[in-house]
């Protein structure tokens, strides 16, 4: 996934997460992004390419 995001001219790096269950998932993730618009507009750019994203708010 990262490879093709790359692709995408779009730079991302991945989070290892476990779960309390004991299943591990890895988190693709892109930005921080100065505003709202950029997020949007790259997660514009991801649902054309053919993938999910979601847009979440700083921390």
Same mark, same amino acid.
């Given at each position: 996934?990262?490879?093709e995001l790359a692709l995408l001219?779009?730079?991302s790096r991945i989070e290892r997460v476990t779960l309390d269950s004991g299943a591990v998932y890895h988190?693709?993730?892109l930005g921080p992004? #100065?505003? !709202?618009a950029d997020a949007e507009r790259v997660r #514009? +750019?991801? +649902?054309? #390419?053919? !993938?999910d994203g979601l847009t979440l708010p700083a921390r």
């Amino acid at each position: 996934m990262r490879a093709e995001l790359a692709l995408l001219g779009l730079s991302s790096r991945i989070e290892r997460v476990t779960l309390d269950s004991g299943a591990v998932y890895h988190r693709v993730r892109l930005g921080p992004y #100065a505003n !709202k618009a950029d997020a949007e507009r790259v997660r #514009a +750019q991801l +649902q054309r #390419a053919g !993938k999910d994203g979601l847009t979440l708010p700083a921390r």
